[in-house]
């Protein structure tokens, strides 16, 4: 049995925004580990709406009273979806250079502080853009804008010698994925969606590795 102690710091898709079980894929993820024997404590420090800019200065004081020396600690990041959110009439949030430069800045001290790993951001639905808050802010997401983050997320962990899932390749133009995000708001999944995402960590070789030794 591995002990572990984990924080998976993100935004609304972290956080599992549309999951009526409130489990998001981080809960999916960690109750199936709990049921291979595991004792795994979640933290879940995904907050919704919030771009690498909004991220990069919350998460190591989130995440350095969750995981004190004695314990034995890990970090997931999943984030970018909203740094390629084009706000109507103000562009888009986060351009890609700066995203690329928050996550380099978050992950080299993770690396330095704790064995890290990165979840790439997701596909979104592009005929039910945009995405409409209450307040009546739009954002519009394009596949394209974030298909090009995900690259670069996945150079950038590939030079810092941490392990990048990329999701998007696997869940674009997946049939039951899109249904999920159909059922919800376009950008986020039912509690289905983020049990395919949490199947995916799973079976991850660098997942694995921390669970099965």
């Keep these: 049995m591995t002990t572990l102690r984990i924080c998976f710091?993100?935004?609304?898709?972290?956080?599992?925004?549309?999951?009526t079980g409130?489990?998001?894929w981080p809960g999916h993820l960690c109750?199936?580990?709990t049921a291979r024997g595991h004792d795994v404590t979640l933290y879940n420090n995904g907050v919704r709406g919030d771009t690498s800019a909004?991220?990069?200065?919350?998460?190591?004081?989130?995440?350095?009273?969750?995981?004190?020396?004695?314990v034995n600690g890990r970090l997931v990041f999943s984030f970018g979806v909203n740094d390629m959110a084009e706000e109507a009439g103000a562009g888009i949030r986060v351009s890609i250079?700066?995203?690329?430069?928050?996550?380099?800045?978050?992950?080299t001290e993770a690396r330095d502080w704790?064995?890290?790993l990165m979840i790439g951001p997701i596909p979104i639905i592009e005929d039910m853009q945009p995405y409409i808050?209450?307040?009546?802010?739009?954002?519009?997401y394009r596949n394209a804008r974030i298909a090009e983050l995900n690259q670069r997320y996945s150079a950038l962990c590939d030079e810092l010698d941490i392990p990048f899932l990329d999701v998007f390749a696997t869940l674009n133009g997946n049939t039951a994925w899109e249904a999920s995000q159909r059922g919800c708001d376009g950008v986020h999944v039912l509690g289905d969606?983020?049990?395919?995402?949490?199947?995916l960590v799973a079976e991850w070789p660098a997942w694995r590795a921390w669970l099965d030794q």
């Design 31 to 33: 109750v199936a580990e």
């Design 114 to 116: 704790l064995p890290a």
């Design 97 to 107: 250079e700066d995203s690329v430069a928050n996550a380099r800045a978050m992950l």
């Design 22 to 24: 409130f489990l998001g």
């Design 54 to 70: 909004m991220i990069r200065p919350r998460w190591r004081a989130e995440c350095d009273v969750r995981l004190p020396d004695h």
């Design 133 to 140: 808050f209450p307040n009546g802010i739009a954002f519009d």
């Design 193 to 199: 969606g983020y049990a395919m995402i949490a199947a």
């Design 9 to 19: 710091v993100g935004d609304s898709i972290t956080v599992g925004s549309g999951d």
